[in-house]
């Protein structure tokens, strides 16, 4: 059974950076995706980042573009998203989803989720 895992998730003060992780356990992640989402209170989830662990292409929401990096560790089966220069706006749940194509095109058809981590920027 395929699990995900998000850590590293906690509170930073505007202007912060915060590391998160997913590790994934009982599948290997070649030809997949990786992405990370969030979701705001009372908001929709929204896609953040994305990248193909086949290809190591990634991409980026806009709103985050220039301050947030996503990468891989293939042996360790881990994806990481390094967050900086945060914002009030990034406060939120963030979930890190795996889709079987290795392609980062759009945030749809990701069918493994792990359970969420809260980040919360807070003065």
């Known amino acids: 059974q395929p699990q995900l895992a998000e850590s590293g998730g906690g509170l930073v003060q505007p202007g912060g950076s915060l590391r998160l992780s997913c590790a994934a356990s009982g599948f290997t992640l070649d030809y997949r995706v990786i992405s990370w989402f969030r979701q705001a209170p009372g908001k929709e989830r929204e896609g953040v980042s994305c990248i193909s662990m086949t290809y190591g292409t990634t991409k980026y929401a806009d709103s985050v573009q220039g301050r947030f990096t996503i990468s891989m560790d293939n042996a360790k089966n881990t994806v990481y998203l390094q967050m900086n220069s945060l914002k009030f706006e990034d406060t939120g749940v963030y979930y890190c989803?795996?889709?079987?194509?290795?392609?980062?095109?759009?945030?749809?058809?990701?069918?493994?989720w792990g359970q969420g981590t809260q980040v919360t920027v807070s003065s």
């Open positions: 989803a795996m889709r079987n194509i290795p392609f980062c095109r759009n945030w749809i058809g990701f069918g493994d």
